[in-house]
């Protein structure tokens, strides 16, 4: 599928199935029930993955905040 979504090269190998799986998974939904929007959502999720990956995010670790106090309701 990289050939017609050259953006899929900046998944990992793994990333590509499953991208792929759930565009095709996607488009038969979309379809058979006549709903195109849930193929086209699946696509701009994964592209803007692919985007965000090429980009460098996500590869700094998370700063998790350990001392956190509780905080009242408005």
Do not use: Y
Request: charge should be negative; aromatic fraction near 6%; glycine fraction near 2%.
């Amino acid at each position: 599928m990289s050939d017609r979504f050259p953006w899929m090269l900046a998944l990992s190998e793994a990333d590509r199935e499953a991208c792929s799986s759930e565009i095709v998974a996607a488009a038969r939904a979309s379809f058979a029930t006549n709903q195109h929007h849930l193929a086209v959502a699946a696509v701009t999720a994964w592209r803007e993955t692919a985007t965000a990956i090429a980009a460098g995010l996500g590869k700094e670790a998370i700063e998790w905040l350990d001392d956190t106090e509780p905080v009242e309701r408005p």
